[in-house]
């Protein structure tokens, strides 16, 4: 065996960066757990005993978890005093309660870790993993992980990129959310087009009580609804939007629920759907993103989807081409990319 060093070194430079990784996702957990961001802010620069006292934390962890935090680059080190503080840039992505809430993220590998051997012999056996069976605290992780895109793009960006849904919306519109979680999107929408009559709907019994007791919290409850049903199978007609963010890959049966959609749709009706950002090509997704999606896919999405019949399995990066091919074999005539952002690519589907 010949090994050239420096492809050696530089792979396990990579290696050394993934592994610290995985115990800072514990670390970002344990910080977002204890409110250890927002105590840095309230009180930065800040030593780790000032950290510790508003947190109400034992200080010796503190002072571990901002040292590694510091060196992973989510928090400011200044050795001339001994004190840490948070960029604005790491206060909106860590911190802010308005902010990214990106610590959250995390939660969702952490949770998928303590099924790790079901989901080996699912792979193993070529079997499956239902989204239901995981700890809880993957569906709180990707709410969180995913609302501040949400916020931050449907009613400003995406809704008006559709062809007249804006409109229909403010005058009165029936909609329905599928794959709608805690409710995030169903909430957005609601709060955003009050004319409206909307409807999430969720295979998950547990995450449809959330959901209605995030109605009420919100003040919503008048004009939004929740109901458990599977997107092949959820009742009503003559809808004019159907919505369905990044969780048609997930389906087992991607096919069918988009044919459904298809039939309860007026004749003038959209679909809209929200997918991981992805190109056609394995190559074209061998990038930061790319990584994260695959990943999170092969654990999540492809094990859910072959968790029942016809365990199609899309995956996360199944990208535009795939898409929109699905779309019109399920009787959509007009497909087309409305919008984009990093992290997702939006189609239009329509009769």
């Known amino acids: 065996m010949t090994l050239d060093e420096n492809k050696l070194n530089e792979l396990l430079g990579r290696f050394v960066i993934d592994v610290g990784g995985s ?23 800040a030593t780790s005993q000032e950290v510790a006292a508003q947190a109400g934390v034992a200080e010796r962890y503190v002072r571990e978890w901002l040292a590694g935090q ?23 992505l860590l911190a802010d309660t308005a902010g990214m809430q990106a610590a959250s993220a995390f939660h969702c590998p952490v949770a998928v870790a303590k099924n790790i051997e079901r989901i080996t012999e699912a792979a193993r056996t070529g079997g499956g ?28 960006s995406w809704i008006p990129a559709l062809d007249g849904v804006e409109a229909k ?5 029936r909609v329905a959310d599928l794959g709608c979680g805690h409710g995030s999107s169903t909430l957005l929408l609601a709060n955003a087009f009050p004319a409206s009559e909307i409807v999430g709907f969720d295979y998950h ?7 209605r007791k995030r109605s009420v919290e919100a003040g919503l409850a008048d004009r939004v609804s929740f109901e458990v049903a599977s997107a092949s199978d959820f009742p009503g007609t003559d809808y004019d939007l159907v919505t369905i963010f990044d969780a048609l ?10 044919r459904h959609v298809r039939e309860v749709l007026k004749d003038d009706g959209t679909l809209l759907l929200v997918e991981p950002m992805a190109g056609d090509r394995v190559e074209d997704n061998l990038n930061p993103v790319g990584r994260l999606y695959y990943g999170a896919s092969t654990v999540l999405c492809v094990a859910h989807s072959m968790s029942a019949e016809p365990r ?4 996360a990066q199944a990208g535009e081409a795939r898409l929109t091919e699905l779309l019109h074999d399920a009787g959509f005539g007009s497909v087309r990319r409305a919008a ?12």
């Open 340 to 351: 984009e952002t990093p992290f997702n690519i939006v189609l239009e589907a329509r009769a």
């Open 312 to 315: 199609t399995a899309l995956g």
């Open 23 to 45: 115990y800072h996702a514990l670390s970002a957990v344990l910080g977002d757990r204890l409110g250890l961001y927002r105590a840095l802010q309230s009180t930065m620069p």
């Open 129 to 156: 993993f239902p989204w239901h069976d995981h700890d809880p605290a993957l569906f709180e992780g990707v709410e969180r992980f995913f609302r501040p895109g949400y916020a931050m793009n449907l009613v400003s």
């Open 205 to 211: 019994p547990a995450s449809v009580d959330v959901a």
């Open 70 to 92: 510091a060196a992973g680059g989510y928090v400011t080190y200044d050795p001339a005093d001994g004190r840490y503080s948070l960029t604005e840039e790491q206060a909106f």
């Open 249 to 258: 890959h997930d389906m087992s049966d991607p096919l069918g629920a988009a």
């Open 169 to 173: 919306l403010r005058a009165g519109a």
